[in-house]
């Protein structure tokens, strides 16, 4: 079986409303090398943090294997990154989770506040990352259910354009309500007074099967998508648009705030309301709604919350902000919210402690939190001792060399020469960067890195920007070429002011 998804065929036989089976999706396998493999495609360098990651990443799937009584012993090894900005810790942490399929979240340290202080509780990145398993396991369900759906949606607009014979005519009238008053049938136009036989019924019967079934193969063949039909959709009523909080924030309330909107929510009526449009369109709306109907949310919300538990990864970015505590120099002499209360706070969520989100309880004994940060000012072990303890692997990355940014403008499958590329491509232009022109871009990044601010590889989007500044105005208005060559004169022409004026380069560069 193929670890990596397993799809239920749906049977003709569902009817709305039946359970569809989950098209469960476990922790991708990949053996250590083949993720190191995986994540070059995208970082140069920086062998040791993504050795480090692939063990992490393989072990969650080992645990997996492990004996049941032994499998909730074995916690994962947290890791911080450290390393100046723009050396590719977030890039690790991000491509990471696209291969193990994972709950992923990438949160800022600092932005959240010690208990009883105006801010966001560190318990709120559990239910975040909860909401986001939520989103995946319930778009994966319903790309599940997408056959039937769209089959149901197709006989809705069939009902529209030619209604189905649901019921025959009785061959005895029924008796009149009003004596002198014939009463009309609703479903034929026929009086209800006028007899049919079972072949004529029959024939007409055939006769709109045949009109459907010649609707429904113009329908799949695009030919009516055009055409304007009436539909009701239903309107969420306006409590799901309106934001719930507290008027000074608070821990919980957030999740507070999103209980209240989904009591108020699920009280108010749904309201249906006409519109016309397309055919097209209709597929479309009758496709998701018929989509959720067909999904279990008790199934949902049990996978997804099994996922969190299991495989979920948080990535702590600038945790070296919360370094430290309010003695430490220059920070004053009152109360710091934000660094030591943060890092208490953190602390049993790191360790393992049971959070309450409007889903149920969710359990972080074994979801896998990577920290990062530059660490200029502080050092990791200006860090609490028991949360350093919880982050067992420390790596260090390497800052970039000159070597390093001519791979990173052309070897990734995102290389920024190829992005650029392509936007100028889509106006018939072919751009061409010759060896030397890499080169020196490459040159200048790590001179203005070394003599501004190190920001490594995210300088070489401000080179770019600045040396292709012109080219991007002037096309296609003024630059009327097909082929373009950027040769290290173009670059040394554009570039040279700038770098050689510092102050200039600390605004532009």
């Given at each position: 079986?193929?670890?990596?998804?397993?799809?239920?065929?749906?049977?003709?036989?569902q009817?709305?409303?039946?359970?569809?089976?989950?098209?469960h999706?476990?922790?991708?396998?990949?053996?250590?090398?083949?993720?190191?493999?995986?994540?070059?495609?995208?970082?140069?360098?920086?062998?040791?943090?993504?050795?480090?990651?692939?063990?992490?990443?393989?072990?969650?799937?080992?645990?997996?294997?492990?004996?049941?009584?032994?499998?909730?012993?074995?916690?994962?090894?947290?890791?911080?990154?450290?390393?100046?900005?723009?050396?590719?810790k977030?890039?690790?942490?991000?491509?990471l989770a696209?291969?193990?399929?994972?709950?992923?979240?990438?949160?800022?340290?600092?932005?959240?506040?010690?208990?009883?202080?105006v801010?966001?509780?560190?318990?709120?990145?559990?239910?975040?990352?909860?909401?986001?398993?939520?989103?995946?396991?319930?778009?994966?369900?319903?790309?599940?259910?997408?056959?039937?759906?769209?089959?149901?949606?197709?006989?809705?607009?069939?009902?529209?354009?030619?209604p189905?014979?649901?019921?025959?005519?009785?061959?005895?009238?029924?008796?009149?309500?009003?004596?002198?008053?014939?009463?009309?049938?609703?479903?034929?136009?026929?009086?209800?007074?006028?007899?049919?036989?079972?072949?004529?019924?029959?024939?007409?019967?055939?006769?709109n099967?045949?009109?459907?079934?010649?609707?429904?193969?113009?329908?799949?063949?695009?030919?009516?998508?055009?055409?304007?039909?009436?539909?009701?959709?239903?309107?969420?009523?306006?409590?799901?648009?309106?934001?719930?909080?507290?008027?000074?924030?608070?821990?919980?309330?957030?999740?507070?705030?999103?209980?209240?909107?989904?009591?108020?929510g699920?009280?108010?009526?749904?309201?249906?309301?006409?519109?016309?449009?397309?055919?097209?369109?209709?597929r479309?709306?009758?496709?998701?709604?018929?989509?959720?109907k067909?999904?279990?949310?008790?199934?949902?919300?049990?996978?997804?919350?099994?996922?969190?538990?299991?495989?979920?990864?948080?990535?702590?970015?600038?945790?070296?902000?919360?370094?430290?505590?309010?003695?430490?120099?220059?920070?004053?002499?009152?109360?710091?919210?934000?660094?030591?209360?943060?890092?208490?706070?953190?602390?049993?969520?790191?360790?393992?402690?049971?959070?309450?989100?409007?889903?149920?309880?969710?359990?972080?004994?074994?979801?896998?939190?990577?920290?990062?940060?530059?660490f200029?000012?502080?050092?990791?072990?200006?860090?609490?001792?028991?949360?350093?303890?919880?982050?067992?692997?420390?790596?260090?990355?390497?800052s970039?060399?000159?070597?390093?940014?001519?791979?990173?403008?052309?070897?990734?499958?995102?290389?920024?020469?190829?992005?650029?590329?392509?936007?100028?491509?889509?106006?018939?232009?072919?751009?061409?960067f010759?060896?030397?022109?890499?080169?020196?871009?490459?040159?200048?990044?790590?001179?203005?890195n070394?003599?501004?601010?190190?920001?490594?590889?995210?300088?070489?989007?401000?080179?770019?920007?600045?040396?292709?500044?012109?080219?991007?105005?002037?096309?296609?208005?003024?630059?009327?070429?097909?082929?373009?060559?950027?040769?290290?004169?173009?670059?040394?022409?554009?570039?040279?002011?700038?770098?050689?004026?510092?102050?200039?380069?600390?605004?532009?560069?």
């Amino acid at each position: 079986m193929d670890t990596k998804e397993e799809i239920t065929t749906l049977s003709d036989e569902q009817k709305n409303g039946e359970e569809i089976a989950t098209p469960h999706k476990e922790l991708r396998v990949h053996t250590p090398h083949e993720i190191v493999q995986e994540l070059d495609k995208y970082i140069i360098g920086q062998g040791n943090a993504k050795r480090s990651v692939a063990i992490a990443l393989r072990n969650r799937w080992r645990r997996q294997q492990v004996a049941e009584d032994l499998r909730e012993e074995i916690m994962p090894n947290n890791i911080i990154l450290i390393g100046p900005t723009g050396v590719g810790k977030t890039e690790i942490a991000r491509r990471l989770a696209r291969l193990a399929g994972a709950p992923f979240l990438k949160v800022e340290a600092t932005k959240y506040t010690e208990v009883g202080y105006v801010g966001r509780d560190v318990e709120s990145m559990i239910r975040d990352l909860t909401e986001l398993a939520i989103t995946m396991v319930k778009s994966e369900q319903m790309e599940a259910a997408e056959p039937k759906a769209r089959a149901n949606a197709e006989e809705r607009i069939l009902d529209i354009l030619v209604p189905p014979m649901t019921q025959s005519v009785p061959q005895t009238p029924p008796p009149m309500m009003f004596p002198g008053v014939p009463v009309s049938s609703t479903i034929t136009g026929v009086p209800q007074g006028t007899a049919r036989t079972p072949s004529e019924t029959k024939e007409m019967a055939e006769l709109n099967e045949n009109t459907r079934k010649r609707f429904r193969e113009k329908i799949r063949a695009g030919e009516m998508d055009e055409r304007e039909i009436e539909v009701d959709v239903q309107q969420a009523p306006p409590i799901a648009s309106m934001q719930i909080m507290g008027p000074l924030g608070g821990p919980g309330m957030d999740e507070i705030g999103q209980n209240i909107q989904d009591i108020l929510g699920g009280m108010l009526p749904k309201k249906n309301k006409r519109r016309r449009v397309t055919i097209a369109e209709a597929r479309a709306i009758f496709e998701q709604e018929e989509a959720a109907k067909l999904i279990d949310m008790d199934n949902v919300i049990r996978e997804a919350i099994e996922r969190v538990e299991s495989g979920g990864i948080i990535f702590l970015d600038e945790i070296d902000k919360i370094a430290g505590g309010s003695k430490r120099e220059g920070s004053g002499g009152g109360p710091d919210v934000s660094r030591e209360g943060v890092q208490r706070d953190l602390l049993p969520i790191v360790e393992g402690s049971n959070v309450s989100t409007r889903y149920g309880i969710v359990r972080t004994d074994h979801i896998l939190f990577i920290g990062s940060g530059a660490f200029h000012v502080t050092k990791p072990s200006d860090l609490i001792p028991e949360l350093q303890g919880r982050f067992p692997i420390r790596v260090e990355l390497d800052s970039l060399t000159q070597e390093d940014f001519i791979k990173i403008l052309t070897i990734p499958e995102n290389a920024l020469l190829k992005q650029y590329t392509a936007l100028l491509g889509t106006e018939g232009v072919e751009v061409e960067f010759t060896p030397d022109a890499i080169q020196a871009i490459a040159r200048t990044a790590f001179e203005v890195n070394e003599a501004v601010e190190n920001i490594g590889a995210r300088r070489l989007h401000t080179i770019l920007t600045t040396l292709l500044e012109q080219v991007l105005y002037d096309v296609p208005d003024v630059v009327k070429e097909k082929h373009l060559k950027i040769d290290a004169k173009f670059v040394d022409e554009r570039l040279d002011k700038v770098v050689k004026n510092r102050d200039l380069s600390q605004y532009i560069l």
